[in-house]
Nanobody, 124 residues
């Protein structure tokens, strides 16, 4: 399959944790940086986190820094997003994608092969 598939979303209370996973074929992920984005009530896709090919370098939106952790397992062609201290404003559909194009990690146009997303809902 070319498209990644996200999983691990659900309903959680504020302050809780979730771990999202995103798997794809080796052809889709191998050799590319990866990123997580989210779409809340608005139309725009918001950058959440990015990770380099090796996994050594990671990047985060200010809104999630210190609470979320991105990681990847290249042997399993999977990228993860550990989300702690969740807040109601984190409620969104979360997407992962490889980054085959130039541009910053926060630029959605630098990514391709978006997955269908997984819903995360944080209640008060």
């Amino acid at each position: 399959q070319v498209q990644p598939v996200e999983s691990g979303g659900g309903l959680v209370q504020a302050g809780g944790s979730l771990r999202l996973s995103c798997a794809a074929s080796q052809r889709t992920f191998s050799g590319f940086p990866l990123g997580w984005f989210r779409r809340g009530p608005g139309p725009e896709r918001e950058f959440v986190a990015g990770i380099s090919v090796s996994g050594i370098s990671t990047y985060y939106a200010d809104s999630v820094k210190g609470r979320f952790t991105i990681s990847r397992d290249n042997a399993k062609n999977t990228v993860y997003l550990q989300m702690n201290s969740l807040r109601p404003e984190d409620t969104a559909v979360y997407y992962c994608a490889p980054k085959p194009y130039g541009g910053t990690y926060s630029d959605p146009s630098a990514y391709a092969y978006w997955g269908p997303g997984t819903q995360v809902t944080v209640s008060t």
